[in-house]
């Protein structure tokens, strides 16, 4: 049985941690958020410490160290701008780190834990969840045995509705969450670039507050994409249905299905990382390259341009 510390126990990706947590037969000792509705933590872990200050977070862990109980874990599952901060206090108490994606907003921040890794002996992980989905990894084996001379073409949509909550949240700024390229859409470049291999263009078509859509090609795959967190986004049929959430990534004019496969995801995360077998700091770094020039890259008018880009 581990030990883990989780920072964020109020966040929306804390119970899935937690859980993950519980199905491996493992320990919360303590838990910190600057806001207090935690009660989730009672169907998981109840005698669990929980924080709502720093210090005092940091304090107990001290502690508990000098009475010869050492962390092991710290999860991660605070807002984007302060995963490193996070990872850093994580390897300093002498624990690995879990960290939730994006695990940095800038690759440069990569390098930096790079280092920090090699000095303190301990090990970052990430949640890279769709890695582990049985459709993608038997498209991944399919993609690798067709051996193809020719590209794949891909379009992948994603359009996951949100309140104006969103813009007053830390996910809003875009200095914080690394606007929605980053904060919805890193788990998806990830796979693309597992799926299909190194970027060889990456440009940008629309870059909104609420939107966003470009063209990637792959080594394996020319790409285009597109994001959005604005419920018009939505196609018609999905609105007449009532849903707000539509997601679809069409290989060569075929459908990839995907829409189920993912409750239990971080807990197989979990247990890959107790193995020795979780995903790293260099697994992680090509989707934040992919996500920081989306950020960054001056819109260009012309290319291969998803179908929804130019919609309104």
Known sequence: MKNFALIGAAGYIAPRHLKAIKDTNNN??????K???????????????????????????????????????VSICTPNYLHDA??????????????????????????????????SGKKIHTILQLRLHPSIIALKKKIESENRDTKYDVDLTYITSRGKWYDISWKGDES?????????????????????????????HLREKDKSAGYLEFEKARVRW???????????HIQKLGQRTFRSII??????????????????????????????????????????????????VKGEKHPFATKK
């Open 176 to 204: 914080k969450s690394g606007g929605i390229a980053t904060n919805i859409g890193i788990h998806f470049f990830d796979m693309l670039a597992w799926l299909f291999g190194e970027v060889q263009e990456n440009s940008v």
């Open 86 to 119: 996070h990872i850093r206090m994580a390897l300093r108490s002498g624990a690995n780190a879990i960290c939730e994606k994006p695990l940095v907003l800038n690759p440069w921040n990569v390098d930096a834990l790079l280092d920090i890794e090699k000095e």
């Open 251 to 300: 290989i060569n004019d075929e459908a990839l299905e995907f829409s189920s496969g993912f409750t239990e995801l971080h807990t197989k995360s979990y247990q890959q990382i107790l193995k020795g077998e979780g995903f790293g700091l260099v697994d992680a770094k090509e989707s934040i390259k992919i996500a920081q020039k989306i950020r960054n890259n001056a819109i260009i």
């Open 28 to 33: 919360l000792l303590c838990a910190l958020d």
């Open 35 to 73: 806001f207090d509705s935690v009660g989730v933590m009672d169907s998981y872990f109840p005698n669990a410490s929980f924080f709502v200050e720093f210090e005092r977070f940091d304090r107990h862990i001290e502690k508990l160290k000098r009475n010869g109980t050492l962390l092991d874990y």
């Open 226 to 236: 597109f994001l959005s967190i604005d419920e018009n986004s939505l196609p018609e």
